[in-house]
C-alpha cells in the first residue's frame, strides 16, 4: 500500500466550477500535510499548508482530518490557469521528509 | 533571487552506461535533495544532503546510484551502469534548513533509457 494515495484523475471541469481532491495517508506518525503544484512538464511548487483546522487561501480551501487520515483541496471558481497536477505531501513520518503521492491531474476547459 | 539549477535538461542514453546530472542548490540552502520521478508517480526521495553529510539514502539503489556534495554546496548524481526502469525525471531540490517542509525544485533533467 502506498503511503500517500491520490485518484490521478484526470478532472476535467469547466471554467468557474468546483472541483474538490482527496488524498488519503496510512503512517499515522505523519506530522503535518500540504499541497504542492506541478505544471506539465515543470517542477513541484508549494502550493498550501493543510491544518486540521482547515486552511483557505483565495480560491483554495484545504482540510485535514487526522481520524481518518484523509486531505482534501477545494477549488472554487476554476480557472484555466489552475490546469496542472496537484500533488498531495506528508511530511515528517521518517526523518522528517516529504513523501509525495501520485499526483491528481486538473483539466479547466473554456 | 537565482533558483535551483540543474544539468542537463534531457539526456537520452543506452542501457548499461553511465551518466551523470549536475545541481546548484538556492546560496544559503544548507538541505539539499534529490529525487526521482517516473512518469505518472510522484517525486520520490533518493538521497537528503545537510551541507556536505548526508541525512537519508535509505531510498538510493546504491548498487548503480551514487550522490557526493563534496563542499557543501552543488551536488552530482551519477548512475552507472543505467536501467531502462531509471528513465525519469531527476528532481534536484532544496532548503534552508533540514526540517523545512518548503522545498524549491529545481527544473530538473529528464533522462531516457534506451
Known amino acids: 500500500r502506498k503511503e500517500v494515495e491520490q485518484d490521478p484523475g484526470p478532472f476535467n471541469v469547466p471554467e468557474g466550477a468546483t472541483v474538490a481532491f482527496n488524498c488519503t495517508y496510512s503512517?499515522?506518525?505523519?506530522?503535518?500535510f500540504f499541497w504542492y503544484r506541478q505544471d506539465c512538464r515543470k517542477e513541484p511548487k508549494l502550493l498550501m499548508s493543510?491544518?486540521?483546522s482547515g486552511n483557505e487561501d483565495g480560491r483554495f480551501t484545504a482540510q485535514l482530518n487526522r481520524a481518518s487520515q484523509y486531505i482534501s483541496l477545494l477549488i472554487r471558481d476554476s480557472k484555466l490557469s489552475d490546469s496542472a497536477t496537484y500533488l498531495c505531501?506528508?511530511?515528517?513520518?521518517?526523518?522528517?521528509?516529504?513523501?509525495f503521492g501520485g499526483g491528481t491531474r486538473l483539466m479547466v476547459k473554456p | 533571487e537565482a533558483g535551483v539549477a540543474q544539468s542537463p535538461r534531457y539526456k537520452i542514453i543506452e542501457k548499461r552506461q553511465s551518466v551523470a546530472f549536475w545541481c546548484n542548490p538556492i546560496?544559503?540552502?544548507?538541505?539539499l535533495y534529490w529525487y526521482q520521478q517516473i512518469l505518472g508517480q510522484g517525486p520520490k526521495l533518493l538521497i537528503q544532503?545537510?551541507?556536505?553529510?548526508?541525512?537519508?539514502d535509505s531510498q538510493l539503489p546504491k548498487d548503480r546510484f551514487s550522490a557526493e556534495r563534496l563542499k557543501g554546496v552543488d551536488s552530482t548524481l551519477k548512475i552507472q551502469p543505467a536501467k531502462l526502469e531509471d528513465s525519469a525525471v531527476y528532481l534536484c531540490?532544496?532548503?534552508?534548513?533540514?526540517?523545512?517542509?518548503?522545498?524549491?525544485f529545481g527544473p530538473g533533467t529528464r533522462l531516457t533509457v534506451t
Open positions: 531540490a532544496s532548503s534552508l534548513v533540514g526540517d523545512s517542509y518548503e522545498q524549491y
Open positions: 503512517n499515522s506518525a505523519s506530522q503535518s
Open positions: 493543510v491544518y486540521s
Open positions: 505531501v506528508a511530511f515528517g513520518d521518517a526523518g522528517n521528509m516529504l513523501t
Open positions: 546560496s544559503g540552502h544548507a538541505t
Open positions: 544532503f545537510q551541507n556536505n553529510g548526508v541525512v537519508d
